[in-house]
């Protein structure tokens, strides 16, 4: 029986992610800053075969609550299988332009919260010396585009900061998995215009992390055709790149 630890769960990926486990009768600790969808999570779960279900509500810009929460967690599941990092936003990149505090609030609900929560979470994973713990990173972190730049600059350090832990947590057998999806049809994606061909559903990215999890894999894009996409991307040279409107 698997014992995990949701960080955003009512994010659809990690919704997606949760429901393939619960057919399994994991055991999870759901954390989320919206306790009524929380609960329709964790209800959803129960129906669908989750051996136990808890909750804790937490928006995870409040750093210094972030210990309060892993140790009841660690204290329900007893040991952390999977911790599944899924919580942030989809910045508006114009607004954040013209805001500064909007600015700085987004890096942090994206960049600094999780950076904060993976420096908590890998001292205990540390002291377990095992299970996995799977980020959810961006493309958008590969290189910065106009449209998304601040945004990207969270995900890349989110990314950069995986690849040094994982380094750190391999001596201890515990995994890092860093999840770099592409566009996904989410409510955070809503009344974007995205092209329809190179946008994956939730249960397809879930499909990608639980099977990544399993092969103990280093990091993936979600889906696969993102990788040569961004290869190409990231090898634009800079004075075409800076005039392409990405």
């Known amino acids: ?65 972030h210990e309060t929460m892993l140790a009841k967690a660690f204290d329900s599941l007893g040991r952390v299988d ?55 990173s961006s493309v958008a972190g590969d290189r910065g585009r106009p449209s998304n730049y601040l945004y990207g600059t969270a995900k890349a350090a989110v990314s950069t900061f995986c690849e040094g832990l994982r380094a750190r947590l391999y001596k201890v057998g515990v995994q890092v998995l860093t999840i770099k999806p592409g566009f996904v049809d989410t409510p955070m ?11 994956a559903t939730p249960g397809q990215v879930a499909r990608d992390i639980t099977q990544a999890i399993d092969k103990r894999c280093n990091s993936i894009y979600t889906p696969w055709f993102w990788s040569p996409i961004m290869l190409l991307i990231r090898n634009i040279p800079t004075f075409i790149f800076k005039k392409i409107h990405l």
């Open 189 to 199: 994606t809503q009344g974007l215009s995205l092209p329809k061909a190179l946008l």
């Open 1 to 65: 029986m698997k014992n995990i630890l949701i960080v955003g769960a009512n994010s659809a990926i990690a919704t997606a992610c949760a429901r393939t486990w619960a057919a399994e009768s994991a055991r999870f600790f759901l954390v989320a800053r919206n306790a009524e969808k929380l609960e329709q999570v964790s209800a959803d779960l129960g129906a669908r075969g989750a051996a136990e279900v808890k909750t804790y509500e937490l928006d995870l810009n409040h750093l210094t609550d």
């Open 82 to 136: 999977i911790c599944l990092i899924a919580h942030g936003t989809l910045p508006d990149q114009a607004a954040c332009e013209r805001d500064l505090d909007l600015a700085l609030y987004e890096l942090s609900s994206n960049g600094l919260s999780v950076i904060a929560l993976l420096t908590r979470l890998a001292n205990r994973m540390e002291e377990q010396r095992t299970g996995t713990i799977a980020v959810i």
